[in-house]
């Protein structure tokens, strides 16, 4: 198993906006995906940052999780948002 918790850092209103606007879609997408076990991104106090958490069923789930997003209108429209990302 695979277990990722981490941070989505907007650094302007139009980045935070765009995440807002895609959220659903690739959080409905991600958990639809075969060994994707548990998938959470969720709004912090700071309205510019969100909370993310992630569990594969194992490594080639996750690289076919990142593969799938890096074609996705969720990294076309994120793609400058930094990210943060350790495994647990």
């Known amino acids: 198993m695979v277990r990722l918790s981490?941070?989505?850092?907007?650094?302007?209103?139009?980045?935070?906006l765009q995440v807002q606007a895609h959220l659903a879609e690739h959080v409905r997408r991600s958990r639809a995906e075969p060994g994707c076990l548990a998938f959470e991104i969720r709004p912090t106090r700071d309205p510019m940052v969100?909370?993310?958490?992630?569990?594969f069923a194992d490594g080639a789930a996750l690289e076919a999780h990142r593969a799938r997003t890096l074609g996705s209108p969720w990294w076309a429209a994120t793609r400058e948002v930094r990210r943060e990302f350790r495994r647990l």
Do not use: K
């Open 6 to 16: 981490g941070r989505l850092i907007c650094a302007t209103r139009e980045e935070a």
């Open 50 to 55: 969100w909370q993310v958490d992630e569990c």
